[in-house]
């Protein structure tokens, strides 16, 4: 470098301070040392190292430093009634290409699996109907709300709880006894072990 008459460029340290406030004060806030000074040299144009860059963080945010050190991220507050109150149903697609068609469903109270299934297929909606049937069996009742996606396998599923819940005359009754909602916010794949 020295021969080709280059240099890194040295940044004052009031600018990287100053910088590096502004990150934490807006989405920066959960960005670890290397994001950050990736971010410091793409956004602002300061070239810092990582350690520099762990200093600054360890001085503006320790306890977010502690926290990402631990690897402890902490859950998202989620609240239920009780057993049998919100039961999550899904499917999981990821071992689809190997054959392996995963359908699941949870208690919201006790995270308690109460079926995990593996089958041909996790869209076909009588199949799907039939792991909700063998649950019902199982409990002799219904629960008082279901949460799905809206996909198409859960038609049957919406349908089924929808009419046993239709003459009851509490607030979740007939079709508010089902809740629709994108399949990434559903309890069924999260892990289930207390932060």
């Known amino acids: 470098m020295a021969r080709l008459n280059l240099r890194r460029r040295r940044y004052s340290l009031d600018m990287a301070i100053r910088a590096n406030q502004e990150e934490m004060m807006f989405s920066g806030q959960t960005l670890g040392c290397r994001s950050m000074k990736r971010r410091l040299l793409q956004k602002h144009d300061i070239f810092m ?3 520099d860059v762990l200093c600054l963080l360890r001085i503006i945010d320790p306890d977010g430093v502690d926290i990402r050190a631990s ?7 989620y609240l239920n009634n009780g057993p049998n109150y919100l039961v999550h149903v899904d499917g999981h697609d990821k071992l689809k ?3 392996f068609a995963i359908h699941g469903a949870t208690c919201g109270f006790s995270r308690r699996i109460l079926w995990l299934k593996v089958a041909r297929t996790n869209n076909d909606p009588s199949v799907v109907a039939s792991y909700f049937l063998k649950y019902l069996e199982e409990i002799n009742s219904a629960p008082r ?3 799905i996606d809206a996909g198409t396998e859960n038609v049957y599923i919406e349908d089924i709880q929808k009419s046993f ?3 009851h005359n509490d607030d979740m009754c007939g079709e508010k006894s089902v809740i629709k ?3 990434m916010c559903n309890q069924v794949g999260k892990p289930s072990t207390s932060a």
């Open 165 to 167: 819940r239709w003459y």
């Open 145 to 147: 709300c279901v949460r």
């Open 49 to 51: 190292g990582r350690d």
């Open 181 to 183: 909602g994108r399949s």
């Open 97 to 99: 290409p190997f054959g």
């Open 71 to 77: 690897h402890c991220l902490t859950r998202r507050m």
